[in-house]
């Protein structure tokens, strides 16, 4: 454990055990299920290439920060983000989290000084089917990214599951507001040490917003409102990129399967 001005982060690293389970998984690619590797030099090309910038669902719901995405929802990004959350490809933190990086410099700007990520918070049952926790996991990965960049950074996993929700699949965004409404929570003992800090919401994907925005909407009850949001993927249309390389395609609205990775998919 390390602290980050007061705020006590967890440390950047992985397991040993990812390294067994990695030798225990088929030798192919995540992300095209070719070649002999978890991540072909195609695919982790793919990720490296892609081009940080706005996102965001049209029209946001109230009181989404400014959001950022790594890449659109597409293959291999998908592919690799599904092996990761649900297959436990865990060693794909790395390469997945250095794309959520991307999107925290993106969100942060020119702005420079300590910034903490604050990780959407997986139900506990899914922590335990899955057997680790995907966006902790990359948002650590990011951080170390970060710190290799020279940014103080840190994890700050204080968001919790104040009370159950329903399913979101099939509601409408006004269904699935009264749904997450005051679902997640800060416990005030947190909430006073993230005072005054550079938050960043991190998550794997954002399809339609809700659940950051009612991730804000905790942080902002705790007095502790985060600055923006940041995801590795976004399945909605993203706004003007930064001048960059080019991604070699182009941002899409891929088609998203149900029972699959979604922003509600906790
Ligand atoms: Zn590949």
Do not use: F, I
């Not at 995540?30 to 965001?56: F, K």
């Not at 929570?185 to 917003?209: F, I, N, S």
Request: charge should be positive; aromatic fraction near 0%; glycine fraction near 10%.
């Amino acid at each position: 454990m390390t602290t980050l001005g007061g705020v006590v982060t967890t440390p950047a690293a992985t397991s040993p055990v990812s390294s067994l389970l990695d030798l225990l998984l088929p030798a192919r690619c995540a992300g095209c299920r070719t070649g002999r590797t978890q991540l072909c030099v195609a695919c982790r090309s793919a990720l490296s290439r892609a081009r940080a910038g706005p996102a965001g669902p049209v029209p946001p719901p109230a009181g989404l920060p400014p959001l950022y995405a790594a890449a659109p929802y597409a293959d291999p990004v998908r592919q690799l983000l599904l092996a990761h959350k649900e297959r436990g490809a865990l060693r794909l933190a790395g390469p997945l989290g250095r794309a959520l990086a991307a999107a925290v410099r993106s969100a942060l700007g020119p702005a420079t000084g300590p910034v903490l990520l604050v990780p959407m918070p997986s139900a506990r049952q899914a922590v335990r089917a899955r057997g680790h926790d995907p966006t902790l996991r990359m948002a650590r990965a990011a951080v170390k990214e970060l710190r290799r960049g020279g940014l103080r950074a840190g994890v700050a996993p204080v968001l919790l599951h104040g009370r159950a929700v329903a399913d979101q699949s099939g509601l409408s965004a006004a269904e699935r507001h009264r749904n997450l409404h005051g679902a997640l929570m800060v416990p005030a003992r947190l909430a006073a040490r993230l005072k005054g800090r550079q938050l960043v919401l991190v998550d794997d994907l954002v399809t339609t917003g809700a659940s950051l925005a009612e991730a804000a909407r905790a942080l902002r009850a705790a007095g502790c409102p985060a600055r923006a949001a940041a995801t590795v993927a976004a399945t909605v249309r993203r706004g003007s990129l930064p001048a960059g390389p080019p991604a070699g395609r182009a941002p899409g609205q891929p088609q998203q399967g149900r029972g699959e990775l979604r922003d509600t998919g906790r």
